[in-house]
């Protein structure tokens, strides 16, 4: 593929051509962060991300309307905020994760500066769940013991399917 039609690739996601730039950028593999690449790369990112928000605001909207309410999932079932969009720290995570993590995927920074937190009861993720199965990952920082503090500001990536 040559130069050019790398620096389209953040243009044809925009256009709808999701699914091939996202083949295309499967397909690169670590050249994707090559100079002449990274930069429509991270734009295909940051593009997914605000699309991501912007869905989940929506989701959001439609769920609280009927008066569903966010809550903890425990028996105390205590309301929580769904959504938290990115704070005044994310560079200060993003540096931490990338000075403690060789590679930081792409997609994880543009979520971290464009989405932030998001927040899903097991009542909404068994709904979710009966139409496609769910990936869940967090993020929360290490204590000094290696432990993962709830609600930090650093990084120890978890995720489960």
């Known amino acids: 593929m040559s130069r050019m039609a790398h620096r389209q690739l953040a243009e044809r996601y925009r256009a709808g ?22 930069e429509d790369a991270e734009a295909v990112c940051d593009e997914m991300a605000k699309r991501a928000r912007q869905n989940i605001e929506l989701i959001i909207e439609r769920l609280r309307e009927p008066g569903y309410v966010f809550h903890t999932n425990d028996d105390a079932q205590t309301p929580v905020a769904p959504h938290t969009p990115p704070g005044g720290r994310v560079e200060e995570v993003l540096g931490w994760l990338t000075e403690n993590f060789p590679s930081v995927p792409m997609t994880l920074v543009s979520w971290l500066r464009h989405v932030g937190d998001v927040w899903a009861s097991l009542q909404v993720l068994r709904l979710w769940a009966q139409s496609r199965p769910p990936l869940l990952c967090g993020v929360d920082r290490p204590s000094d013991d290696g432990v993962c503090a709830p609600g930090g500001v650093g990084i120890a990536p978890f995720c489960s399917a």
Do not use: F, S, Y
């Not at 051509?17 to 690449?37: C, I, K, M, S, Y």
């Open 17 to 38: 051509d999701r699914e091939a730039v996202w083949n295309e950028l499967r397909q690169l593999g670590a050249r994707v962060r090559t100079p002449d690449l990274v």
